[in-house]
């Protein structure tokens, strides 16, 4: 039994050695990095404060606590995205882009068979 176990002890210690190594880093984060990330999650926050963007969630059939509460457990570099992407939508909304946005997708939910909404869309088999 003592060889046995000799011999385990012998190939972790083995193993352990051929395994790859990285070498672990570390740097200094200054003060306006965590501002930035900070303030940028506040404003995410704050906008689904907004009776619109409350009354949105709700019509859509969203609880409100569960988007704060998944947008805490995102990470820095998905709430700079996120962020960056709103940043990015026009202020009024593109109303015909998601309209057409919805149809496409209408369409192909019909022609994949999950829905059937438009009789002139036929299932692919």
Same mark, same amino acid.
């Given at each position: 039994?003592?060889?046995?176990?000799?011999?385990?002890?012998?190939?972790?210690?083995?193993?352990?050695?051929?395994?790859?190594?990285?070498?672990? =880093?570390?740097?200094?984060?200054? !003060?306006? /990095? &965590?501002?930035?990330?900070?303030?940028?999650?506040? $404003? #995410?926050?704050?906008? +689904?404060?907004?009776?619109?963007?409350?009354?949105?969630?709700?019509?859509?059939?969203?609880?409100?606590?569960?988007?704060?509460?998944?947008?805490?457990?995102?990470?820095? =570099?998905?709430?700079?995205?996120? !962020?960056? /992407? &709103?940043?990015?939508?026009?202020?009024?909304?593109? $109303? #015909?882009?998601?309209? +057409?946005?919805?149809?496409?997708?209408?369409?192909?939910?019909?022609?994949?068979?999950?829905?059937?909404?438009?009789?002139?869309?036929?299932?692919?088999?």
């Amino acid at each position: 039994m003592q060889k046995t176990n000799k011999l385990f002890a012998l190939i972790l210690s083995l193993s352990i050695f051929m395994l790859p190594m990285s070498a672990a =880093q570390s740097a200094m984060i200054g !003060n306006p /990095h &965590l501002i930035n990330e900070a303030v940028d999650r506040t $404003a #995410l926050l704050q906008s +689904l404060e907004r009776e619109d963007v409350q009354a949105y969630l709700n019509q859509q059939g969203i609880d409100a606590d569960q988007v704060k509460l998944r947008v805490a457990q995102m990470t820095d =570099q998905e709430i700079a995205t996120l !962020n960056e /992407h &709103l940043s990015d939508l026009p202020a009024g909304g593109d $109303a #015909l882009g998601i309209i +057409l946005f919805i149809f496409v997708l209408f369409i192909i939910t019909d022609a994949i068979g999950a829905t059937d909404i438009f009789p002139f869309v036929h299932p692919i088999r």
